[in-house]
């Protein structure tokens, strides 16, 4: 199983053969669309903004219907990423908060202010990924100034990294250890080796496009993973990257594999 999103058109599509065939799934249509997140076949959740407010729906049928959560906080900005530790914790990010779950996404509240006067960090910095690697250790990533910030209390506080030189749209993390976070520098990707207390920034071979961003990252082990960025452009690690770009496709899209 597999869903696909395509960001500001409120279109997510299925797959249950591996993404040979792809199935539109309605109900979106006024919402502009950020991420997509499984937490397995049957759970999962979309993310974005409708009627002016950030959101969040939630299935529990493997994506056939839809249904929006209650967010105890009116957020005029989209809920920009999501990610679930556990089945019963989850965390969200938007411009200038991260929200909380205790109850499997059902309801959210806003843990953490995230207006942090910080030269890494922008006041009121949007952001853009979150990733949890348990319900007390998590890390975020956005942009105006780059942003990387770490918490070990459940989110409640959070510490930013100096001297970053890329904006980050996505962070995940194969293993407990090994971390990338991919961003607004096409040419360059952050990787950690230790959980997150520290990141090297490398480069992508020069034979690579350049230009543009890199939105979303998906790796099922420490090597091989896909990376989506601007206008169709997907990078494949494994045999080691290879890019393909489909002209004519200017939509930003993101994979999730349950």
């Keep these: 199983v597999g869903h696909s999103y395509q960001p500001s058109s409120g279109l997510v599509y299925s797959t249950t053969d591996g993404g040979v065939n792809w199935t539109p799934i309605t109900g979106f249509e006024q919402a502009d669309l950020k991420e997509v997140f499984f937490i397995d076949a049957q759970t999962g959740f979309v993310t974005g903004m409708q009627d002016g407010l950030g959101v969040i729906f939630k299935t529990t049928d493997g994506g056939q219907s839809w249904a929006e959560t209650e967010i105890q906080a009116d957020l005029p900005s989209p809920v920009n990423d999501i990610h679930f530790p556990t089945a019963d914790i ?5 411009r200038g908060a991260v929200l909380k ?8 509240y806003i843990v953490a202010q995230v207006d942090i006067d910080d030269p890494a960090v922008f006041p009121f910095s949007i952001i853009e990924a979150i990733y949890f690697s348990d319900e007390n250790h998590g890390i975020f990533g956005g942009w105006y100034s780059a942003a990387l910030c770490t918490s070990t209390d459940g989110g409640q506080s959070w510490n930013a990294y100096d001297g970053l030189t890329i904006e980050i749209f996505s962070i995940d993390f194969p293993t407990a250890s ?24 490398l480069d992508f071979p020069p034979s690579l496009p350049s230009g543009g961003s890199y ?15 601007t206008s169709g452009l997907i990078l ?15 939509t930003n899209s993101s994979l999730i594999f349950p």
């Design 215 to 229: 939105y979303g990252a998906h790796f099922a082990a420490e090597d091989i993973g896909l990376i989506v960025g």
């Design 90 to 94: 989850g965390y969200a990010a938007t």
């Design 236 to 250: 494949k690690m494994g045999e080691f990257p290879v890019s393909t770009n489909e002209p004519g496709n200017s």
């Design 101 to 108: 779950s205790e109850d499997q996404g059902d309801n959210w």
């Design 178 to 201: 090994v971390g990338y976070a991919f961003g607004t520098n096409v040419n360059s990707y952050l990787k950690t080796t230790d959980g997150g207390a520290n990141w090297e920034l």
